[in-house]
């Protein structure tokens, strides 16, 4: 075909749908102010990518310290803002052409994110726990993350004093993509969102300064996993977009409770297909269920949170739970309330074996992160007990258990990151005999910690229990109260086991120092055990918060 031939058709075209009536192109409506706590992330991401490519090395560390703490404070100040304007109550709506959901959890959820990352970040910035190299103060990062462990150039870069700053802007996009998750308001939005807080963390796993082979090994089986996982997300989209005919949350809750108004005549034939709609559902929850951690999606979580660097760790065994939970919490509200007694069968099976699972493998774990790695897989399936709940009460349960065990894991980890030998960090679980006798202060913080995760009373992770346990047994789900009840019972057993290893055991002649950390790394254990004493002791208000924030709206 000649070339004016084509032209002339692209004319023709043209002419015809000018012509047509009502057929004109309309520019989409974005309400900017709504989505500024994302937009201000991703712009501070965008920035720390110049910065590393403009700024001089020596003044990279600190520029994008600077410009990570202040874009996460801005974005959560804009969370607060949109809450203030009653965006998380009586103006919650759906933003950006239907994508994104601006309403009372989507708000909870992001804040809560937004503020457990401002205290990661103090741990990825902490500089004084390792020796001076060769006269340059150094962090949990690899020098240079594209050389080969052990290499000349490795050693060179070491030398001559290189950090790897890169962390931080990809911190910055795995938060924006965590912001998004939760307050995806379609299935589209939903897997980009996915994939955009995921990417970085692959990578962030894999640049550990110390133990770089099994840090990169830790990467690379989290990618593979991670991978499959997105798989089976994508295609249970793509069945439940067969199904209903949109991607759209309030379009396809629509189609299965039967109250669409009017039925598209190609889909007539589909709409019907409950196995579409049956496989696709369970495709897109294994798809979330991995990112929680639970049985029997939970493989890679030991190795990866052994592997990874700790500060890595903690933002991403805290973060990226709260922006799953979200997700699966809207996809159960929003998308499948048709489906809750279909769903209910399956979500108690996985809830059991996630409870007993994590609580019962721990008790074998010689490694303090494989350790709390299989902690974090028994706290999955606790929150699931709420998840199942499927009540009001249910939703702002979870939202409640999220806040509390986020700022509890980051503490956690942080305290890890002081315990240290001449290898760097001793995470064996002999190496910490004696440390109360050692530094006293520092083993009361961790046991502070032990005991919440445990569910002592007066602690935050008492109230958080209490809270998801009480929602469950109200929605009919008192049988899942007992499994985990006695998970938490089994589980109490490994974290008293460390607090007496700590304060009754003698200390090694060979035993590890404590770090003394920079004012960074206190910050974030500072506030991990004012919120657990708070919440514990007067958790009230942040249970009324959470139970104001507990309306999704469609």
Not at 97 to 118: C, E, K, N, R, Y
């Amino acid at each position: 075909m000649s070339a004016t031939a084509v032209h002339s058709l692209w004319t023709m075209a043209g002419e015809v749908t000018s012509a047509a009536p009502g057929d004109k192109f309309t520019a989409p409506t974005i309400e900017y102010a709504q989505l500024a706590p994302v937009l201000i992330v991703v712009g501070a991401a965008v920035l720390g990518i110049l910065v590393e490519a403009f700024v001089p090395r020596r003044a990279r560390y600190t520029t994008q310290v600077f410009l990570t703490v202040v874009a996460i404070a801005a974005a959560f100040a804009a969370v607060v803002g949109l809450a203030a304007d009653g965006y998380a109550t009586k103006n919650a709506h759906i933003a950006a052409m239907g994508a994104v959901a601006v309403d009372g959890p989507a708000l909870f959820l992001q804040g809560t994110i937004l503020l457990v990352s401002m205290v990661s970040v103090f741990t990825f910035a902490e500089r004084r726990l390792d020796p001076a190299s060769h006269g340059n103060r150094v962090d949990s990062f690899a020098a240079q993350a594209g050389s080969v462990p052990g290499s000349d150039g490795e050693k060179a870069a070491v030398k001559a004093g290189f950090t790897t700053t890169e962390v931080f802007p990809l911190a910055l996009f795995s938060v924006a993509g965590m912001l998004v998750f939760p307050a995806a308001n379609d299935l589209l939005t939903l897997f980009i969102a996915l994939e955009v807080f995921s990417l970085p963390l692959y990578l962030l796993c894999a640049v550990a300064r110390r133990k770089r082979l099994m840090s990169q090994e830790a990467a690379v089986k989290y990618f593979l996993l991670g991978a499959f996982s997105s798989a089976f997300l994508l295609f249970g989209i793509a069945l439940l977009y067969g199904y209903a005919g949109t991607v759209s949350y309030a379009g396809i809750g629509h189609v299965v409770d039967g109250s669409v108004q009017q039925i598209d005549p190609a889909l007539a034939g589909t709409m019907g297909n409950d196995a579409l709609l049956l496989i696709g559902a369970a495709m897109i929850l294994m798809g979330l269920l991995f990112k929680v951690g639970a049985v029997p999606f939970h493989m890679w979580t030991p190795d990866v949170y052994q592997g990874a660097p700790t500060p890595v760790t903690g933002f991403m065994a805290a973060a990226t739970k709260v922006a799953a939970f979200g997700a699966l919490l809207r996809l159960l509200y929003v998308v499948l309330p048709g489906l809750t007694w279909d769903l209910r069968p399956v979500m108690w099976g996985v809830a059991i074996v996630t409870m007993l699972g994590g609580a019962i493998v721990a008790i074998t774990q010689t490694d303090i992160k494989r350790l709390l790695a299989y902690s974090s897989i028994a706290h999955a399936g606790f929150i699931l007990a709420g998840v199942i709940a499927a009540s009001p009460e249910g939703i702002s349960s979870v939202l409640f258990y999220l806040a509390v065990y986020s700022f509890v894991t980051v503490g956690a980890f942080a305290v890890v990151t002081l315990v240290r030998d001449a290898g760097g960090e001793a995470t064996h679980l002999s190496k910490w005999a004696g440390l109360g006798r050692r530094s006293p202060l520092t083993a009361a913080v961790f046991a502070v910690f032990l005991l919440s995760f445990a569910g002592i009373p007066l602690t935050s992770g008492f109230s958080g229990k209490f809270a998801v346990f009480k929602a469950a047994a109200d929605g009919g789900a008192s049988g899942l109260v007992v499994v985990g009840v006695i998970s938490s019972a089994i589980a109490a057993f490994f974290y008293i086991r460390v607090i007496v290893l700590m304060f009754f055991s003698e200390p090694k002649a060979d035993g590890p120092t404590v770090a003394v950390p920079s004012p960074l790394t206190m910050t974030t254990i500072a506030v991990g055990v004012a919120v657990t004493l708070v919440l514990g002791l007067a958790p009230q208000y942040f249970l009324d918060l959470a139970s104001q924030a507990g309306v999704f709206v469609r």
